[in-house]
Protein backbone atom coordinates (compact mmCIF):
# COMPACT_ATOMS: atom_id res chain seq x y z
CA UNK A 1 0.00 0.00 0.00
CA UNK A 2 1.32 3.40 -0.67
CA UNK A 3 1.51 4.02 2.95
CA UNK A 4 4.29 1.63 3.25
CA UNK A 5 5.92 3.05 0.45
CA UNK A 6 5.84 6.30 1.81
CA UNK A 7 7.08 5.31 4.76
CA UNK A 8 10.37 3.42 2.58
CA UNK A 9 11.03 6.77 0.68
CA UNK A 10 10.13 9.55 3.13
CA UNK A 11 13.63 10.51 4.32
CA UNK A 12 15.11 10.23 0.53
CA UNK A 13 12.18 13.14 -0.11
CA UNK A 14 12.64 16.58 -1.52
CA UNK A 15 10.58 18.89 0.97
CA UNK A 16 7.71 19.91 -1.18
CA UNK A 17 7.36 15.71 -1.77
CA UNK A 18 7.20 15.65 2.12
CA UNK A 19 4.65 18.00 1.62
CA UNK A 20 2.80 15.62 -0.60
CA UNK A 21 3.63 12.10 1.82
CA UNK A 22 2.47 14.22 4.87
CA UNK A 23 -1.38 15.03 3.23
CA UNK A 24 -1.69 11.66 2.11
CA UNK A 25 -0.67 9.68 5.47
CA UNK A 26 -2.93 12.58 7.38
CA UNK A 27 -5.77 13.47 5.42
CA UNK A 28 -6.74 10.41 2.68
CA UNK A 29 -10.01 10.82 2.71
CA UNK A 30 -9.72 14.34 1.43
CA UNK A 31 -7.34 13.59 -1.09
CA UNK A 32 -8.49 10.48 -2.45
CA UNK A 33 -10.80 12.17 -5.52
CA UNK A 34 -8.18 14.94 -5.63
CA UNK A 35 -7.04 15.15 -9.27
CA UNK A 36 -2.81 15.80 -9.68
CA UNK A 37 -3.58 19.53 -10.68
CA UNK A 38 -6.15 19.61 -7.32
CA UNK A 39 -3.92 18.07 -4.79
CA UNK A 40 -1.04 20.04 -6.11
CA UNK A 41 -3.09 23.78 -6.38
CA UNK A 42 -4.06 22.30 -2.56
CA UNK A 43 -0.60 22.01 -1.32
CA UNK A 44 0.86 25.10 -3.05
CA UNK A 45 2.93 23.07 -5.60
CA UNK A 46 3.71 22.07 -9.07
CA UNK A 47 1.39 19.78 -10.85
CA UNK A 48 5.06 17.55 -11.72
CA UNK A 49 6.30 17.82 -8.47
CA UNK A 50 3.20 15.19 -7.62
CA UNK A 51 3.86 13.45 -10.75
CA UNK A 52 7.55 12.73 -9.75
CA UNK A 53 6.39 12.16 -6.08
CA UNK A 54 4.10 8.98 -7.30
CA UNK A 55 7.12 8.06 -9.55
CA UNK A 56 9.85 8.32 -6.70
CA UNK A 57 7.54 6.00 -4.26
CA UNK A 58 7.12 3.40 -6.94
CA UNK A 59 4.21 4.02 -9.15
CA UNK A 60 4.25 4.77 -13.00
CA UNK A 61 2.22 7.96 -12.26
CA UNK A 62 -0.36 9.50 -10.09
CA UNK A 63 -3.45 7.76 -11.02
CA UNK A 64 -2.39 4.36 -9.84
CA UNK A 65 -1.56 5.88 -6.38
CA UNK A 66 -4.96 8.06 -6.10
CA UNK A 67 -6.66 4.64 -7.08
CA UNK A 68 -4.79 3.27 -4.02
CA UNK A 69 -5.68 5.92 -1.83
CA UNK A 70 -9.25 5.45 -2.97
CA UNK A 71 -9.25 1.95 -2.42
CA UNK A 72 -8.09 2.76 1.43
CA UNK A 73 -10.87 5.28 1.79
CA UNK A 74 -13.39 3.04 0.09
CA UNK A 75 -12.52 0.33 2.72
CA UNK A 76 -12.70 2.39 5.63
CA UNK A 77 -16.38 4.00 4.84
CA UNK A 78 -17.41 0.14 4.15
CA UNK A 79 -16.43 -0.05 7.93
CA UNK A 80 -17.70 2.87 9.19
CA UNK A 81 -21.31 2.17 7.88
CA UNK A 82 -20.28 -1.90 9.59
CA UNK A 83 -19.76 -0.04 12.71
CA UNK A 84 -22.77 2.03 12.25
CA UNK A 85 -24.70 -0.96 11.35
CA UNK A 86 -23.46 -3.17 14.42
CA UNK A 87 -22.55 -5.47 11.70
CA UNK A 88 -18.99 -5.60 12.00
CA UNK A 89 -17.36 -9.25 13.28
CA UNK A 90 -14.48 -10.03 15.47
CA UNK A 91 -12.82 -12.27 12.88
CA UNK A 92 -9.44 -11.40 14.65
CA UNK A 93 -8.12 -11.03 17.93
CA UNK A 94 -7.29 -6.85 16.99
CA UNK A 95 -10.80 -6.34 15.81
CA UNK A 96 -12.30 -8.02 18.74
CA UNK A 97 -10.10 -5.40 21.56
CA UNK A 98 -10.61 -2.46 18.91
CA UNK A 99 -14.17 -2.57 18.90
CA UNK A 100 -13.86 -3.51 22.56
CA UNK A 101 -11.88 0.31 22.73
CA UNK A 102 -14.56 1.40 21.14
CA UNK A 103 -17.10 0.90 23.02
CA UNK A 104 -14.86 1.54 26.31
CA UNK A 105 -14.85 5.57 24.68
CA UNK A 106 -18.51 5.56 23.33
CA UNK A 107 -19.53 4.50 27.30
CA UNK A 108 -16.94 7.53 28.62
CA UNK A 109 -18.73 10.08 25.96
CA UNK A 110 -22.37 8.89 27.46
CA UNK A 111 -21.01 9.05 31.27
CA UNK A 112 -18.58 12.05 31.75
CA UNK A 113 -20.48 15.25 31.69
CA UNK A 114 -18.69 18.04 29.75
CA UNK A 115 -19.39 20.12 32.39
CA UNK A 116 -17.24 17.95 34.45
CA UNK A 117 -14.36 18.04 31.94
CA UNK A 118 -15.00 22.33 31.31
CA UNK A 119 -14.27 22.47 35.26
CA UNK A 120 -11.17 20.46 35.18
CA UNK A 121 -9.74 22.78 32.13
CA UNK A 122 -10.81 25.80 34.14
CA UNK A 123 -8.66 24.15 37.79
CA UNK A 124 -5.59 23.61 35.52
CA UNK A 125 -5.96 27.44 34.01
CA UNK A 126 -6.19 28.37 37.36
CA UNK A 127 -3.06 26.32 39.44
CA UNK A 128 -0.23 27.68 40.53
CA UNK A 129 0.71 24.27 40.26
CA UNK A 130 0.04 20.79 38.72
CA UNK A 131 1.10 17.47 40.30
CA UNK A 132 -0.15 14.28 39.11
CA UNK A 133 0.62 11.56 41.39
CA UNK A 134 0.12 7.54 40.29
CA UNK A 135 2.05 4.42 41.41
CA UNK A 136 2.81 1.23 39.59
CA UNK A 137 1.60 1.16 35.75
CA UNK A 138 -0.17 4.57 35.78
CA UNK A 139 2.79 5.93 36.35
CA UNK A 140 4.29 6.34 32.99
CA UNK A 141 0.58 8.13 32.36
CA UNK A 142 0.87 10.78 34.73
CA UNK A 143 4.09 11.30 33.13
CA UNK A 144 2.61 11.53 29.51
CA UNK A 145 -0.26 13.76 31.06
CA UNK A 146 2.05 15.80 33.06
CA UNK A 147 4.18 16.58 29.60
CA UNK A 148 0.95 17.63 27.42
CA UNK A 149 0.40 20.13 30.43
CA UNK A 150 3.48 21.61 30.10
CA UNK A 151 3.65 21.85 26.74
CA UNK A 152 1.02 24.23 26.93
CA UNK A 153 2.86 26.44 29.41
CA UNK A 154 0.83 24.70 32.44
CA UNK A 155 3.40 24.08 35.30
CA UNK A 156 2.51 20.65 35.57
CA UNK A 157 5.06 18.01 37.17
CA UNK A 158 4.03 13.78 37.68
CA UNK A 159 5.68 12.16 40.90
CA UNK A 160 5.83 8.44 42.20
CA UNK A 161 2.96 7.54 44.58
CA UNK A 162 5.52 6.27 47.37
CA UNK A 163 5.99 8.57 50.90
CA UNK A 164 9.76 9.41 50.09
CA UNK A 165 9.26 11.08 46.79
CA UNK A 166 5.73 12.96 47.38
CA UNK A 167 6.55 13.96 51.37
CA UNK A 168 9.44 16.70 49.82
CA UNK A 169 7.20 18.10 46.75
CA UNK A 170 3.73 18.56 48.46
CA UNK A 171 5.35 19.83 51.39
CA UNK A 172 5.71 22.85 49.03
CA UNK A 173 1.61 21.99 48.19
CA UNK A 174 -0.54 25.38 48.76
CA UNK A 175 -4.29 26.08 47.99
CA UNK A 176 -3.87 27.12 44.92
CA UNK A 177 -2.40 24.31 43.78
CA UNK A 178 -4.24 21.68 42.01
CA UNK A 179 -3.59 17.52 42.75
CA UNK A 180 -4.25 14.74 40.55
CA UNK A 181 -4.24 11.46 41.17
CA UNK A 182 -4.63 8.73 37.92
CA UNK A 183 -5.01 4.97 39.36
CA UNK A 184 -5.73 2.56 36.51
CA UNK A 185 -6.21 -0.28 39.69
CA UNK A 186 -7.44 -0.72 43.03
CA UNK A 187 -4.10 -1.13 44.17
CA UNK A 188 -3.21 3.07 44.94
CA UNK A 189 -3.68 3.56 48.20
CA UNK A 190 -0.21 5.16 48.20
CA UNK A 191 -1.63 8.03 45.79
CA UNK A 192 -5.32 8.33 47.56
CA UNK A 193 -3.15 9.21 51.06
CA UNK A 194 -1.66 12.07 48.77
CA UNK A 195 -4.91 12.84 47.46
CA UNK A 196 -6.44 13.07 51.23
CA UNK A 197 -3.70 15.06 52.32
CA UNK A 198 -4.13 17.71 49.50
CA UNK A 199 -7.29 17.70 50.21
CA UNK A 200 -6.21 18.45 54.11
CA UNK A 201 -4.38 21.32 52.58
CA UNK A 202 -7.26 23.37 50.84
CA UNK A 203 -5.61 22.29 47.04
CA UNK A 204 -8.04 21.51 44.92
CA UNK A 205 -8.15 17.07 43.78
CA UNK A 206 -8.64 15.35 40.76
CA UNK A 207 -8.92 11.72 40.40
CA UNK A 208 -8.92 9.87 36.82
CA UNK A 209 -9.41 6.64 37.56
CA UNK A 210 -10.07 3.37 35.39
CA UNK A 211 -12.65 1.83 37.98
CA UNK A 212 -14.79 3.61 40.88
CA UNK A 213 -13.46 0.56 43.46
CA UNK A 214 -9.76 2.56 43.07
CA UNK A 215 -9.16 4.42 46.59
CA UNK A 216 -8.64 7.60 44.36
CA UNK A 217 -12.31 7.33 43.68
CA UNK A 218 -13.24 7.26 46.86
CA UNK A 219 -10.72 10.60 48.26
CA UNK A 220 -11.08 13.48 45.03
CA UNK A 221 -13.09 16.37 45.32
CA UNK A 222 -13.64 15.57 41.24
CA UNK A 223 -13.82 12.40 39.55
CA UNK A 224 -13.38 11.38 36.21
CA UNK A 225 -14.04 7.68 35.97
CA UNK A 226 -12.79 6.02 32.32
CA UNK A 227 -14.49 2.68 31.46
CA UNK A 228 -11.95 -0.24 31.64
CA UNK A 229 -13.58 -2.80 29.91
CA UNK A 230 -10.95 -5.29 28.59
CA UNK A 231 -10.63 -8.90 26.60
CA UNK A 232 -7.84 -10.03 29.44
CA UNK A 233 -7.39 -10.04 33.29
CA UNK A 234 -5.82 -6.41 33.23
CA UNK A 235 -8.15 -3.52 32.68
CA UNK A 236 -7.86 -1.31 29.65
CA UNK A 237 -6.40 2.22 29.88
CA UNK A 238 -7.34 3.19 26.33
CA UNK A 239 -10.42 5.56 27.56
CA UNK A 240 -7.92 6.84 30.43
CA UNK A 241 -5.52 8.10 27.69
CA UNK A 242 -7.80 9.28 25.23
CA UNK A 243 -9.85 11.54 28.14
CA UNK A 244 -6.43 13.20 29.30
CA UNK A 245 -5.88 13.35 25.87
CA UNK A 246 -9.17 15.28 25.07
CA UNK A 247 -8.03 17.65 27.94
CA UNK A 248 -4.91 18.72 26.37
CA UNK A 249 -6.82 19.16 23.24
CA UNK A 250 -9.17 21.48 24.75
CA UNK A 251 -6.73 23.20 26.21
CA UNK A 252 -4.38 23.38 22.96
CA UNK A 253 -7.32 24.59 20.70
CA UNK A 254 -8.06 27.71 22.90
CA UNK A 255 -4.51 28.99 21.47
CA UNK A 256 -3.47 27.34 18.30
CA UNK A 257 -1.28 30.21 17.57
CA UNK A 258 0.70 29.49 20.78
CA UNK A 259 0.61 25.37 19.74
CA UNK A 260 2.02 26.33 15.91
CA UNK A 261 5.13 28.29 17.97
CA UNK A 262 5.57 25.96 20.17
CA UNK A 263 5.79 23.55 17.90
CA UNK A 264 8.21 25.33 15.19
CA UNK A 265 10.21 26.63 18.54
CA UNK A 266 10.63 22.57 19.04
CA UNK A 267 11.80 21.91 15.58
CA UNK A 268 14.25 24.47 15.56
CA UNK A 269 15.77 23.69 18.46
CA UNK A 270 15.70 19.62 17.72
CA UNK A 271 17.85 21.24 14.56
CA UNK A 272 20.08 22.65 16.85
CA UNK A 273 20.83 20.02 19.34
CA UNK A 274 21.59 17.53 16.11
CA UNK A 275 23.71 20.23 14.36
CA UNK A 276 25.83 20.83 17.79
CA UNK A 277 26.07 16.92 18.17
CA UNK A 278 27.02 16.39 14.15
CA UNK A 279 30.09 18.82 14.82
CA UNK A 280 31.04 17.19 18.46
CA UNK A 281 30.81 14.15 16.93
CA UNK A 282 33.14 15.28 13.80
CA UNK A 283 35.84 16.33 16.08
CA UNK A 284 35.76 13.09 18.74
CA UNK A 285 36.23 11.15 15.02
CA UNK A 286 39.31 13.29 13.80
CA UNK A 287 40.72 13.04 17.56
CA UNK A 288 40.29 9.48 17.02
CA UNK A 289 42.05 9.20 13.76
CA UNK A 290 44.94 11.36 15.34
CA UNK A 291 45.61 9.27 17.68
CA UNK A 292 45.64 6.09 15.48
Known amino acids: MFQERIRQTYAK ?5 KKIADFLMA ?24 VRFAQDIGY ?19 IARELAAGEVKAESPFVAIMLNERENIEQALSTIPAQTIQQVIEALRAAKYIYIIAQGDSLPLA ?26 ALG ?97 AYVKLVESQGEAFAAFRKDVIRSE
Open 172 to 268: KLTAGDVVIGVSHSKAAVETAGALQFARERGAKTLGLVSTHASPVAHVAETVIICPSKSMTAIPSFGSLVSVMDAIWQILAGEAPEKVSEQQAALEQ
Open 143 to 168: HFFAARLRSQGLPAEAFGGDTATLAP
Open 27 to 50: SPQEAAFMSASQLARHLKVDVATV
Open 13 to 17: LSPNK
Open 60 to 78: SGYPPLAREVQSLVRGELK
